[in-house]
């Protein structure tokens, strides 16, 4: 028999999976819910390769964070040494589509840029911007270096599920200080019941998967 998580019992087995397959629903659902709320035609015109790479992503992810977890059980590497190493070859990755890829950037005036021709222009307009960039990569470092030590200390399930509580919180934090705006009704009821539903059903099953890592015991 299949036991998602590697929860034994046949009752516990499927309502962790139902949980997880929630958690997707609600996702895909929120996607739904902005393209239809959506008054911009531009947002929503583009929602097939939005969906995409969301997907292509979160295979990234789940790789990442496998990889994460062997290098810090197996290899016993610290979450230092962790957010160091691996940020070498993500900035060697990164390098080419700062300086060749094209993306609307929302200025009027401007049509697309590469985030190197972007830069530039915040130099000159602001150059305390970019302190603020740099401050944003310290605090990038201390964020990395906390989920490898939840990989290592936990699992890549728990902190990819933790990912998303905080997504969602985020986007609820958005929304409450003016920054987002909820879809048009109905779709920002809609909206708001997928992100409430996706919190609910991750941290359910986080806290299933802690009770049944208290019963191995």
Not at 105 to 124: H, I, N, R, S
Request: glycine share 12%; charged share 10%; proline share 5%.
């Amino acid at each position: 028999m299949f036991s998602p998580g590697g929860l034994s019992g046949g009752k516990m087995c499927s309502v962790e999976l139902m949980l997880m397959l929630a958690g997707v629903f609600f996702a895909g659902l929120a996607s739904i819910a902005k393209e239809e709320g959506s008054s911009d035609s531009s947002e929503s015109k583009d929602l097939g390769l939005g969906v995409l790479v969301g997907v292509l992503s979160l295979f990234a992810c789940a790789a990442y964070l496998i990889f994460a977890q062997w290098l810090g059980q197996d290899v016993k590497l610290n979450p230092l040494d962790m957010t160091l190493y691996m940020s070498v070859p993500a900035a060697l990755f990164l390098v080419p589509l700062i300086l060749f890829l094209h993306h609307p950037v929302g200025w009027k005036g401007f049509g697309p840029l590469t985030d190197w021709q972007v830069m530039q222009e915040v130099l000159q307009l602001s150059p305390f911007t970019l302190l603020l960039c740099a401050m944003s990569g310290v605090f990038a470092v201390v964020y990395n270096t906390l989920q490898y030590a939840m990989v290592s200390e936990l699992s890549a399930t728990h902190t990819a599920f933790a990912g998303n509580f905080n997504k969602a919180a985020t986007i609820v934090l958005s929304i409450l200080l003016g920054l987002e705006s909820l879809p048009k009704p109905p779709w920002g009821q809609v909206t708001l019941l997928c992100i409430f539903g996706g919190i609910g059903s991750f941290t359910a099953y986080s806290v299933l998967r802690v009770g049944a890592g208290k019963g191995a015991h």
